[in-house]
């Protein structure tokens, strides 16, 4: 099972994650984004690459498969505008042992952050907002996987 | 060619995508961006550091030496930041 979902409207683990543990498996590992308040953000605004999302989303997901034994694996990600506490992206991934589905979710995540065509705005309390800066803390966590 | 803006850079130059006919001599996408830097205000300023921008070519990220081919869409952008 692959699930790639881009969605305007508010996202649910639940939902996205939803089938993973029916796949035969004996583990199911789950990583979900939240929007969070870092200093008088009162929500965020995600901009994204039509298509290229999707694929390149698909794209890790298919080089998860090759990389672990995965029975499963789920990329769900929210764009638009996202008050503060919502979800912002649920990763998951199905194995039947836990290394494989553990070391997949850490790789997707890690992944998307580098390589997905998302970017993120905050809106702050008094009318102003800023793009956000790629950390570098970002690109030193997705070259582990390369 | 379509470019395609996103972001700062989409903000800075105060629309989403245009179609432009590029001089047949630029190569790469380090020289369309140069000639596209000529073209206003906000393209300069849109790309004035250009260490910060990234690229996709028919919805590939590729790096900034990259040939322009025959490639039908380019798109400018700062580096990623979902998640």
Known sequence: ?146 | MRLVYFAAVREAIGIAFEDLDLPTHLRTIEDAIDWLAAQSSGHALAFQDKARLRFALDQEMVPADSALGDAGELAIFPPVTGG
């Open chain 1, 1 to 146: 099972m692959k699930r790639v979902i881009v969605s305007s409207e508010p996202i649910s683990a639940e939902v996205a994650l939803a089938g993973l543990s029916d796949l035969g498996g004996g583990a199911v590992s789950s990583f979900t984004g939240i929007s969070r308040d870092d200093g008088g953000v009162t929500a965020i605004e995600l901009e994204h690459y039509c298509g290229m999302t999707e694929a390149s989303l698909l794209r890790l997901i298919d080089e998860a498969f090759a990389r672990w034994a995965l029975l499963g694996a789920a990329i769900v990600h929210r764009v638009g505008r996202v008050a503060v506490g919502e979800q912002v992206v649920v990763v998951g991934a199905a194995s039947r042992h836990r290394a494989d589905a553990l070391e997949a979710t850490a790789f997707l995540i890690d992944r998307l952050k580098t390589d997905a065509p998302f970017w993120k705005k905050e809106h702050y309390s008094d009318g102003t907002s800023v793009w956000v800066d790629a950390k570098a803390t970002d690109n030193d966590r997705s070259a582990r996987w390369t």
